[in-house]
């Protein structure tokens, strides 16, 4: 009998290898066990020999340590900008307030500013560290820009001014026996 050659039958392996997939694909759609698939486009972007594993790691939350050490340092980058949403929602309630503010408030509020203003300086510094790190660590394109520390502070304090102290300042509370002297009013 005539033995075929490898190359002959590759052919009728191929044609063998796609009914028994339309088979199985057939099966599976009257089963019902592609229905969570309808609808859902396929990713087919990764030609790689290793795709598989890609998409395995990737489905699991991992990833190269470059791209890790970049999602670290926005997280970093994103509390920085925390620290200044925060004083200047701070400053908006206290200037928005329907009775106005009062002296020590102001006063309060300017304490509160500075020591932020420090603070937003120290993690500025703290940042442009992590940034250095991470360059070392990283090629050239993924490389980060530092923050200019004085330009970033100035930039803070001048969208979030001191609050100015109230035009009229509020009278000294009265003592219990001035109360009673002069009256409830005064």
Known sequence: MYERSGEDRTPDLLKTAEEAIADLVAQL????????LYGQSLDLSDTSPTWFMHRTLK???????VIELGKELDAAIASRRRVVDQLADQRRRLVSRPGGYTGPQAEGFNIVREFTLR????????LNRAIRDHNIAVPTLLQRRPFVVEE?????????????????????????WQRILYGRSM
Do not use: M, T
């Open 29 to 36: 759609e009257r089963s019902g066990e592609l229905q969570h």
């Open 152 to 176: 970033d502070v100035e930039r803070l304090a001048r969208q979030v001014p001191p609050v100015d102290p109230p035009i009229h300042p509020e009278p000294a509370p009265r003592s219990w």
């Open 119 to 126: 603070q937003y300086r120290g993690i500025l510094e703290d």
């Open 59 to 65: 489905r699991e939350g991992f990833s190269h340590p």
